[in-house]
């Protein structure tokens, strides 16, 4: 098996009757009466240990070999005619943070053997105590035995055993063994004989020169009933870091069929392993997934990746390429090119659309995005060079359409702050994309804004900023609004001067503290600016909320800019009422432009004069109430284009969970921005736990929208935890069928116990 914490654990009791062996043999180094007693007599013997002291069993620390002994008893006496040494009463050994106590420890000098009876008990410094009746050691720590064990772990667990010893091998090496054994992290409930999980095994070996702990006729119980049986188990010990081998398998039943994975861990070198999992389906041909990792000092790297061979007559993913032979990479990696540069590269490549969520792994739904990257990091220097692909997933995908972005690149520069606190921001910029099929598009960019922040003696904040912005294009097969295409250069300058001001300022009140702030933005740049010449790429979502209000361009991205005289007001209040957690904030405003250049499209809440009023309301108490509501109206009518309300409720016993979204945009042109279709869903949520062990979960999304109404997703869970064991079960329905991989109900059942592992079966 693969490196997973041990089991039962043989007990690491050498080092200290070492100790006891080597104590007692520097007593007798001088000369002594027959007998001495003492009503709790005390010394300490400083001693450097020789280098014959071996390690400390299993996951225990070493000893220091240097660190003194230290020996109290209420009476210590020395057998001459039988050459016996002897403590009694209270016995203590310390060294090195170990701690031996026991009723009586021996020391035969001629037969070089030690033995501690009645009461032995060991405590490690990690916290591990070690029970049992009596032990015994020979003087080179070769051989021993120890009788009814009871080791309690820092962590609580407890490893009991009729017996244990320890021998030299075959090799020469230390073999520990214990008889009739039994592990479990668990407690042990009043009244109850048998925790909730426990190992038993006929016997527990384990080899201190291969590291291995070997169980024979272990079985696995739970409630006291057997549940699992192996006559043979090995698995390395808690001195191994990683160790190739088998890992928990999982079965279940998906959208294959009824399947089984068995993952094989694989350690390659110091720096990298792999995981190797092949799924055996009934109904659909098996797969291999893997999954590499390697870490170096400046470097990473993971790779996943899956594949099949063959397939049934006819398989498809509904695309008509009707592939049988399928699979996926992905690969993620990063490394330091040097103290200024780093680089990164997350990378997708699939078959077929479906085949990730056919098989259950780890995808999105409706794309792919491949992206390599340099960046450089230098004081207030920012730059960075790009290459992005994308794949579309859906089904109205269009591939020869899917852009290239090679490169993207950009440089952003801070100036250190000058006269009265102005600074300078410089920022280059480039992107070219091109298609197998479609538009091609180059822009090369260029930015420098002088930014000057104030605040007057009254607490009104001044921040004054002109910016100077050119952009070169491009273009190659573009098609106009007006049907033409074009293929040329094109571009335009836009420079612009901008100032905001806001006076936040409080009112104190016997009740509550209020807190509020207008602010007012105002811009203004030439008319235009947004040639029919220049192609949309970047600039097509936009969403416009009370995130976005307070900026001098509402477009994201490069190829669309906002131009002409336009300002902004708003107004954020904020109300605290005294003694209480309870805290309550509005945000609320909007933009005037002076002109219409139909640069933003119909339903994006943006026309000559006002634009719609966006803003939110919430509300806050401690951690037992929590409500939002984000809005956007239209001015003209007053009617409201869009609701978001969610609100959470309850204690953790008790959490209720409400959401409401709808969405009522007039159509949009398809030219400037995505269709955005009309959205109205409520959805719900449940999270309990109001037992110790249990907690509950119930999570449904329901569409509102005319024939389009219905469920779209549900998921419900119960998790079960105590300190030694997890089960999670899950239930989903995503609604949703996309070709092959239909809809339907899932079921997710992991088992968990912990030190050991987890597995899964799901449906």
């Known amino acids: 098996m693969a490196s997973v914490p041990c089991a039962a654990r043989p007990c690491?009791?050498?080092?200290?009757?070492?100790?006891?062996?080597?104590?007692?043999?520097?007593?007798?180094?001088?000369?002594?009466?027959?007998?001495?007693?003492?009503?709790?007599?005390?010394?300490?013997?400083?001693?450097?240990?020789?280098?014959?002291?071996?390690?400390?069993?299993?996951?225990?620390?070493?000893v220091d070999r240097d660190a003194p002994?230290?020996?109290?008893?209420?009476?210590?006496?020395?057998?001459?005619?039988?050459?016996?040494?002897?403590?009694?009463?209270?016995?203590?050994?310390?060294?090195?943070?170990?701690?031996?106590?026991?009723?009586?420890?021996?020391?035969?000098?001629?037969?070089?053997?030690?033995?501690?009876?009645?009461?032995?008990?060991?405590?490690?410094?990690?916290?591990?105590?070690?029970?049992?009746?009596?032990?015994?050691?020979?003087?080179?720590?070769?051989?021993g035995a120890i009788d009814n064990l009871l080791m309690v772990s820092a962590d609580l667990s407890r490893t009991a055993a009729h017996a244990g010893t320890r021998r030299v091998g075959d090799q020469g090496q230390q073999i520990n063994e214990l008889d009739h054994a039994v592990y479990s992290p668990c407690d042990t409930c009043a009244g109850k004989e048998n925790p909730l999980w426990q190992i038993k095994a006929a016997q527990v070996i384990h080899d201190e020169g291969s590291h291995d702990i070997t169980y024979r006729d272990a079985t696995l119980e739970m409630w006291g009933i057997p549940v699992a049986y192996t006559p043979y188990f090995s698995a390395p010990d808690p001195t191994v870091?990683?160790?190739?081998?088998?890992?928990?398998?999982?079965?279940?039943?998906?959208?294959?069929?009824?399947?089984?994975?068995?993952?094989?861990?694989?350690?390659?070198?110091?720096?990298?392993?792999?995981?190797?999992?092949?799924?055996?389906?009934?109904?659909?041909?098996s797969i291999m997934i893997g999954q590499y990792r390697q870490n170096l000092s400046d470097a990473s790297l993971v790779i996943d990746a899956s594949g099949r061979a063959g397939g049934k007559t006819g398989d498809s993913d509904g695309t008509g390429r009707g592939q049988n032979t399928r699979g996926h990479v992905d690969v993620l990696a990063e490394w330091?090119?040097?103290?200024?540069?780093?680089?990164?590269?997350?990378?997708?490549?699939?078959?077929?659309?479906?085949?990730?969520?056919?098989?259950?792994?780890?995808?999105?739904?409706?794309?792919?995005?491949?992206?390599?990257?340099?960046?450089?990091?230098?004081?207030?220097?920012?730059?960075?060079?790009?290459?992005?692909?994308?794949?579309?997933?859906?089904?109205?995908?269009?591939?020869?359409?899917?852009?290239?972005?090679?490169?993207?690149?950009?440089?952003?520069?801070?100036?250190?702050?000058?006269?009265?606190?102005?600074?300078?921001?410089?920022?280059?910029?480039t992107a070219s994309l091109t298609r197998t099929d479609g538009t091609d598009s180059h822009r090369a960019s260029a930015a420098t804004a002088w930014t000057l922040p104030y605040v007057a003696p009254s607490?009104?904040?001044?921040?004054?900023?002109?910016?100077?912005r050119g952009d070169a294009y491009q273009v190659r097969d573009y098609e106009m609004l007006d049907g033409d295409r074009f293929t040329g250069a094109?571009?335009?300058?836009?420079?612009?001067?901008?100032?905001?001001?806001?006076?936040?300022?409080?009112?104190?009140?016997?009740?509550?503290?209020?807190?509020?702030?207008?602010?007012?933005?105002?811009?203004?740049?030439?008319?235009?600016?947004?040639?029919?010449?220049?192609?949309?790429?970047?600039?097509?979502?936009?969403?416009?909320?009370?995130?976005?209000?307070?900026?001098?361009?509402?477009?994201?991205?490069?190829?669309?800019?906002?131009?002409?005289?336009?300002?902004?007001?708003?107004?954020?209040?904020?109300?605290?009422?005294?003694?209480?957690?309870?805290?309550?904030?509005?945000?609320?405003?909007?933009?005037?432009?002076?002109?219409?250049?139909?640069?933003?499209?119909?339903?994006?809440?943006?026309?000559?004069?006002?634009?719609?009023?966006?803003?939110?309301?919430?509300?806050?108490?401690?951690?037992?109430?929590?409500?939002?509501?984000?809005?956007?109206?239209?001015?003209n009518g007053f009617d409201v284009v869009s609701h978001d309300v969610t609100a959470l409720a309850g204690p953790e016993a008790f959490r209720l969970g409400v959401g409401y979204l709808k969405q009522d945009y007039p159509t949009r042109r398809d030219y400037e921005t995505n269709p955005t279709p009309n959205v109205e869903q409520v959805s719900f949520s449940l999270r309990s736990k109001a037992l110790r062990d249990w907690s509950f979960t119930l999570g449904t999304t329901h569409s509102l929208t005319g024939s389009d109404s219905g469920p779209l997703s549900f998921s419900g869970g119960v998790i079960y935890e105590d300190e030694c064991f997890v089960i999670r079960a899950v239930a989903t329905n995503d609604y949703t069928a996309d070709r092959d991989a239909e809809s339907g109900w899932g079921a997710l059942l992991t088992l968990t116990f912990k030190t050991l592992g987890d597995t899964q079966f799901s449906m």
């Open 241 to 285: 870091k990683r160790r190739s081998g088998f890992l928990f398998p999982s079965l279940g039943s998906s959208k294959v069929g009824w399947y089984y994975a068995q993952p094989y861990y694989w350690v390659i070198s110091d720096t990298a392993d792999a995981t190797l999992t092949p799924m055996f389906a009934l109904d659909d041909p």
């Open 336 to 429: 330091d090119v040097n103290d200024l540069w780093r680089g990164t590269a997350d990378l997708h490549a699939v078959s077929s659309d479906t085949y990730l969520r056919r098989y259950g792994l780890p995808h999105s739904d409706d794309y792919q995005t491949s992206r390599v990257a340099f960046e450089r990091f230098e004081g207030d220097d920012y730059a960075s060079v790009e290459a992005v692909a994308f794949r579309e997933l859906r089904d109205l995908s269009d591939p020869p359409k899917n852009p290239y972005a090679v490169p993207l690149a950009s440089w952003i520069h801070t100036s250190d702050p000058g006269v009265k606190g102005g600074y300078w921001t410089t920022q280059l910029s």
């Open 12 to 62: 690491p009791f050498g080092p200290f009757l070492r100790g006891v062996w080597l104590v007692i043999r520097r007593f007798l180094s001088a000369p002594r009466p027959a007998a001495v007693r003492s009503r709790r007599v005390a010394f300490a013997a400083w001693l450097m240990l020789g280098a014959a002291l071996p390690e400390v069993a299993l996951a225990q620390p070493s």
């Open 490 to 635: 094109t571009g335009r300058i836009v420079p612009e001067v901008s100032m905001r001001w806001s006076w936040p300022f409080s009112s104190p009140g016997e009740y509550t503290t209020q807190v509020i702030e207008p602010v007012i933005l105002g811009a203004l740049s030439p008319n235009g600016g947004n040639s029919d010449k220049i192609p949309n790429e970047d600039s097509r979502d936009l969403d416009f909320d009370d995130t976005q209000l307070l900026s001098t361009n509402h477009f994201v991205g490069y190829d669309r800019v906002e131009t002409g005289p336009r300002a902004t007001y708003g107004v954020n209040w904020n109300a605290y009422v005294n003694g209480t957690p309870s805290k309550f904030s509005v945000f609320g405003g909007q933009t005037f432009r002076a002109n219409d250049d139909n640069v933003f499209p119909e339903g994006s809440g943006f026309r000559e004069g006002f634009s719609d009023f966006v803003g939110r309301v919430r509300y806050d108490y401690a951690s037992l109430l929590s409500t939002f509501y984000r809005f956007r109206i239209d001015p």
């Open 69 to 143: 002994v230290a020996l109290a008893a209420e009476e210590v006496t020395h057998d001459r005619s039988l050459d016996i040494v002897t403590a009694r009463g209270e016995v203590e050994i310390n060294q090195a943070g170990y701690t031996l106590y026991a009723d009586t420890v021996s020391y035969n000098i001629g037969q070089d053997l030690v033995s501690a009876t009645g009461n032995v008990s060991l405590i490690a410094p990690d916290g591990q105590v070690i029970f049992a009746d009596y032990m015994q050691l020979t003087g080179k720590m070769k051989q």
């Open 459 to 468: 607490g009104e904040h001044y921040t004054l900023s002109a910016s100077l």
